[in-house]
């Protein structure tokens, strides 16, 4: 009996010898227990060592192998052959993002979109380390743990309509970190990440479309963490418009 | 400085939203409820209409907020539907059909209401 392959459709875009992308289908030896990065790496080694694309750690903690799998963001150390094949599995890079070359695509608009919403604990004075630690009761933590895990993978950006048709849009991922960091009781910084938030471009382009949280490989929820914010903005504006003159924390 | 980005006053953003948020509630919480008693309670005749309730304040100010607030709901989300479908360079006469529609609809509800 032969071998069972399996085949894949795989993005190719090779500047400046190709203007635009094209794709390339390679069969190989099907594996059962091979996930789709297992699959791409096996191409690399043993059929084309020219096609590129990003990986690292192979066990979802990176966040470096997101990709489009038969259309949907996924990153390809966690999804199966088994879940496609006999079908043919179709490999493009994260959509929205432009492409450096086959499966790579440019994060840079993320980065700085990431830095100016300032995810990390600001302190209006610093302790000194001889006073301890900052310590917090267990709810203090459950407040923001659950927006922690973001692992910057991206595929909420790519699942994300709106950032698709308004690049300007912050997305849901900075966007979350900017909530989970605002809810931090050891951080003083919320006042300094208003105003990206507040922005057109921040929460209130999101229109609820909820896709990111569908494709979270770390259930962050970043829908949740942007209505969240949508509120507590509300909340800020309304008591800035009635009580002017008090202070708005 | 800490507290120099304060929300920005000048964005009304939050003002839509909340209104559109509040409508979403109404729409959600009340017009099913609505829907049932107008739509099948009172011509099944499982009740009776009770016109003269519609004189009392309390009622008035009820249907108020029950009629204009699923209007800015509606506004809202028919906004941003447009511009997501690609009608971005027509924002501003949009925005004035749409949250000034729901305006209009607000002051026609007090006027109609204020004269029962």
Known sequence: ?249 | MMGEALPNKKSIEPLWWGLFSAGGVVAAFLVPIHIVLLGLAVPLGWISDAPDIFGHWFVKVYLFVFIAMPLYHWAHRFYFTLSDIGLKSFRKPISFLTYGGAMMGTVITAWILLRL
Not at chain 1, 83 to 95: F, K
Not at chain 1, 100 to 113: A, C, E, G, N, P
Not at chain 1, 182 to 204: K, L
């Open chain 1, 1 to 249: 009996m032969p071998e069972p392959t399996i085949t894949l459709n795989v993005s190719r875009y090779r500047p400046p010898d190709e203007r635009v992308p094209t794709s390339q289908v390679y069969t190989i030896p099907y594996r059962p227990d091979w996930v789709v990065l297992d699959a791409l790496n096996y191409i690399k080694d043993q059929v084309d060592g020219s096609l590129s694309f990003r990986w690292s750690c192979r066990m979802g903690v990176c966040g470096s192998c997101g990709m489009m799998i038969n259309g949907e963001a996924k990153l390809t150390c966690s999804v199966f052959l088994r879940d496609y094949h006999p079908r043919e599995i179709l490999v493009e890079p994260l959509e929205n993002f432009p492409v450096i070359k086959d499966l790579v695509i440019d994060m840079s608009d993320f980065l700085d979109k990431l830095k100016i919403v300032k995810p990390w604990i600001i302190r209006e004075t610093e302790k000194p380390t001889s006073e301890g630690e900052y310590l917090q009761t267990p709810e203090e933590m459950d407040a923001y743990m659950g927006f922690s895990a973001c692992i910057n993978c991206l595929l909420c950006y790519a699942a994300c309509p709106i950032f698709g048709v308004e690049t300007d849009f912050i997305g849901p991922a900075a966007l979350a970190l900017g909530y989970r960091y605002n809810q931090d009781s050891r951080d003083e910084g919320s006042n300094m990440r208003w105003n990206v938030i507040n922005d057109h471009h921040g929460t209130w382009q999101c229109t609820f479309v909820g896709e990111c949280s569908v494709v979270c490989p770390k259930d962050v929820d970043p829908a949740a963490a942007i209505q969240r914010l949508k509120v507590d903005t509300a909340k800020h504006w309304i008591r800035s418009v009635l009580l002017p003159w008090g202070k708005r924390a």
